[in-house]
């Protein structure tokens, strides 16, 4: 079937693809979904035959017998590649011919493709043609077992291709040799599929035609020298990669040049002159110069030269360490990304280390597929390898041995157990011991030392923990190099602007494995004590005392875990901040554990302001996830130890606590009297934090007991106009840097709401959402959009209550928010908001949106007023 191109809209190439080209040269490497990709490659492989909507179905979706389910996942898939395929200005069946509703094809009068071209061009004898359209494997990623059977197919006439172009003693033919990349390119053979990449390559080839130095640096098992060879193998430069990895000796740095040339310089001549004479005469060249980590200074030195003399030579070095010469750009090479847990089935081969995995865990055992049992764990070890090729590649070898359930777990212990018996591997690629201790071994004994000291961080650290924990005066200097020899990773911190230091999860293993028992017991208590201070100084009345903690969850955690070993002092202080610090940025959840795992150790510390702070932080937890009895009896300690010990700061704590604990109770008459008296008590011993705290509850309080007595009441609006102005004098009290200040006007829009001055409250809850995005807090945020869902029924804006009902609840869940302390006051609610927007909406599109603002980020909310013309809203 001859292609005619003149009315062609699209190119599909499906070697080393599937790729999506318009007639304008645009490319689409990436669509919505694996199966997109998939049902536009199967198409094309059947280009211009009806297909058979069954046959697609169970060619996509093999193991699904739900005929329904699959036949509406491929309408899906359908739509989404007719979005692409037919954008707006092409008609509708242009490309995908639908006019038989049980089948669909993919028209080669507008539709051309490189496998159509390829079959016409071989079984014509145009073999040079045919070579030259086989530029790289069958549908690399895909596994469905179409593709597989293809995919062997064009191995083996890739294979009869080369033997029959090239006929033994037969001259090259200058097209056919570009084409099969010999013998301009000498470049090393790779047996295996490459996986992912594909914007690493583009970069990498732009970097290399628009310099002439470019360093390719990163960790040991990267995949430098894949990515090197992939990305030079596809440009149109002459290449001689030499391989520096074994040679041990500078000396012969030139001599290992020229073996990549197949010469050898006369015993009476200079090496470096020779080299420089053969790539004259060779140039324009790029050369390869492969792991030259430990030859930096001598391969610096002799660069610069050839770089100089040769005008038309370009060098691509791979390293784990930078050459740091003038002139040359870095290209810094990261993972692979693995799939987050929550991706689903269809997604998974979207991610190149999914991709690498099972295509290396079938060459080892070809009788493995991706099955429902195994995908968790696959994720799991994707994810616990953090996307290290040379890590996924030995994590695959051993399914001949292993499930990948085993293999998870296995690796949950301990990675660096990961080896290969393959032959043929070099020393350092053997083992993942073995590639990280190839760059370890580069290491000064002291920045050694230091390497390994790190290994008691976990999820990252700044300079100064690690001059405090590493016990290192020179830490700045010491993390530098550890980032020139790729052994840690730096970014700079969005919020903050610091610089933190990380590196991969292999390399603190590696890392760890160095310290002695003795170390590792200093460094642990060091790295306790510094993140238990840094925790101590949290303090409500000052957010910027919070922030430090925001990145360093996972130290703090693990700091508590240590420091309760021994519960010294610094331990309750910490411990303290940590509370306060959980309850403002909603992880109450983890809160609860320390809050459970030290309740009953508490009455007995000797220190009477630790027991009453201690007190106060598990009450900003445990009532909002509904533990209200323990909430209780940790006011009525509270109460009692502070009378006991005169006190008086306490005892107003433990009052105002006590009347929220009536108020939930039900009993606000009560409640409304204990609050009182606290904040009484709080005016006249002058503590201007003890005030806000009274006032921000006592007008919280009164909304509540305003709306019991009747809004229409003389009593209701008294109660509410007291809360109003509690609320007005606690806004004007609350220092700027106070997490407070998101509590003020929320507490206002409140009292101004449940007084019918709607709109004026309205402004209140957007000034709450804008403080609670800036501050980082959640509890009033979680409150300013359910309220601002009745708010917008209220006007008319159904689909915009459904979205804002949707982000309350993704932050009600986060933290583990009791739902019956949102209707403490007013009963049911929120399942009263529930049926009117169901009702206005339909069951449906309300579950819908209520989907789509779980997703949407608060940010989105906060700054924008109703009705939300930023935030798209179908129909």
């Not at 799991?380 to 994590?395: D, S």
């Amino acid at each position: 079937m001859a292609q005619n191109a003149t009315n062609t809209i699209w190119r599909v190439r499906l070697f080393d693809g599937p790729v999506l080209e318009s007639v304008d040269g645009d490319a689409i490497r990436r669509f919505r979904s694996h199966k997109v990709g998939a049902l536009l490659a199967y198409l094309a492989l059947h280009l211009d035959h009806p297909c058979p909507r069954e046959t697609l179905c169970s060619a996509l979706w093999p193991d699904d017998d739900d005929t329904k389910v699959v036949s509406n996942r491929l309408r899906v898939t359908l739509a989404s590649l007719r979005q692409q395929m037919e954008p707006a200005g092409v008609p509708f069946g242009a490309v995908l011919d639908v006019s038989d509703p049980s089948r669909v094809r993919l028209r080669a009068e507008t539709t051309w493709c490189d496998l159509v071209a390829f079959e016409e061009a071989w079984k014509a004898g145009r073999i040079a043609e045919a070579a030259r359209l086989l530029r790289g494997p069958f549908l690399p990623g895909y596994f469905e077992e179409w593709a597989l059977v293809e995919q062997a197919r064009f191995e083996l006439l890739r294979d009869e291709l080369v033997g029959e172009a090239l006929p033994e003693g037969a001259p090259e033919a200058p097209d056919l040799a570009s084409a099969l990349g010999t013998p301009t390119q000498r470049l090393p053979l790779y047996l295996t599929r490459f996986f992912g990449r594909e914007v690493e390559q583009q970069q990498l080839q732009e970097q290399l035609t628009a310099n002439r130095l470019v360093s390719l640096t990163g960790p040991g098992g990267i995949g430098k020298t894949r990515l090197a060879v992939e990305a030079v193998h596809r440009m149109p430069f002459a290449s001689v990669f030499v391989s520096l990895a074994e040679l041990p000796d500078p000396e012969r740095l030139a001599d290992a040049m020229l073996q990549a040339f197949f010469i050898a310089a006369p015993t009476d001549a200079d090496p470096i002159q020779h080299l420089v004479e053969v790539l004259q005469r060779r140039a324009p060249l790029l050369l390869i110069l492969d792991n030259v980590e430990h030859l930096l200074e001598p391969v610096a030195t002799l660069s610069l030269r050839l770089l100089e003399v040769v005008p038309d030579l370009r060098l691509l070095i791979t390293s784990r360490q930078r050459l740091d010469v003038p002139g040359e750009v870095v290209f810094s090479l990261h993972p692979l990304e693995p799939p987050p847990y929550a991706t689903t089935p269809e997604r998974l081969m979207e991610f190149p280390a999914i991709g690498l995995f099972l295509d290396r865990a079938r060459n080892a055992r070809p009788d493995f597929a991706l099955t429902s049992r195994h995908t968790e764990a696959v994720v799991e070890i994707c994810r616990r390898l953090e996307g290290m090729p040379l890590a996924l590649e030995l994590a695959a070898a051993r399914v001949t041995a292993q499930s990948p359930i085993q293999i998870a777990e296995a690796l949950s212990t301990n990675m660096m157990d990961l080896k290969s018996r393959q032959r043929g591997l070099s020393e350092r690629h053997r083992s993942l011991r073995a590639a990280i201790q190839g760059s370890f071994d580069l290491l000064s004994e002291d920045l050694r030392r230091f390497f390994a000291r790190l290994s008691v961080f976990q999820g990252g650290w700044t300079a100064e923990a690690a001059r405090s924990v590493a016990d290192c005066a020179e830490a700045e200097a010491f993390l530098e190099e550890l980032v020139l020899h790729s052994l840690v990773a730096v970014r700079e911190e969005e919020t903050t602007g610091a610089l933190r230091y990380s590196f991969l999860e292999t390399l603190r293993q590696f890392a760890a494995e160095q310290l002695s028992e003795y170390e590792r017991e200093q460094c642990t208590r060091r790295h306790s004590d510094y993140y238990l201070s840094v925790a101590a100084g949290v303090r409500e009345d000052d957010i910027r005392t919070v922030v430090p903690l925001d990145a360093e969850y996972e130290n703090l955690l693990l700091a508590l875990d240590r420091g309760n070993e021994s519960r010294e002092e610094v331990f309750w202080r910490g411990l303290i901040g940590a509370l306060i610090h959980a309850f403002l940025r909603g992880h109450h959840r983890i809160a609860v554990r320390w809050i459970d795992a030290t309740a009953d150790v508490v009455p007995d510390l000797s220190d009477l302001a630790l027991r009453t702070q201690w007190r106060y932080a598990a009450w900003l937890i445990l009532p909002d996830i509904g533990r209200l009895e323990e909430t209780a009896r940790i006011a009525e300690e509270m109460r009692a130890d502070s009378e006991a010990h005169n006190d008086p700061v306490g005892v107003a704590l433990a009052l105002c606590i006590q009347g929220y604990v009536e108020e939930n109770r039900g009993s606000r008459e009560t409640a409304v009297q204990l609050q009182r008296e606290a904040l009484r008590q709080a005016r006249t011993l002058q503590d201007a934090s003890l005030v806000q705290v009274c006032l921000s509850h006592t007008s919280g309080m009164l909304h509540g007991y305003g709306v019991v007595l009747g809004r229409e009441t003389e009593a209701g609006r008294a109660a509410l106009q007291e809360a109003e102005a509690l609320a007005r004098e606690f806004r004007n009290l609350v220092p700027p840097h106070s997490r407070r200040i998101s509590l003020a006007p929320s507490l206002l829009a409140v009292a101004l709401m449940f007084q019918n001055k709607k709109q004026e409250a309205y402004t209140y809850f957007k000034e709450t959402q804008r403080a609670c995005i800036a501050l980082g807090t959640t509890s009033e945020l979680m409150y300013s959009f359910i309220y601002e869902s009745e708010f917008a029924i209220e006007q008319g804006f159904y689909k915009q209550a459904a979205l804002l009902y949707g982000a309350f609840l993704a932050l009600q869940e986060r933290m583990g928010y009791s739902l019956a302390r949102a209707q403490s006051f007013r009963p049911d609610w929120i399942q009263q908001l529930c049926s009117v927007l169901e009702k206005q909406l339909g069951s449906e599109t309300f579950s819908l949106l209520v989907r789509l603002g779980r997703q949407i980020p608060p940010t989105k909310f906060a700054s924008e007023q109703l009705p939300y013309e930023a935030i798209v809203i179908g129909d």
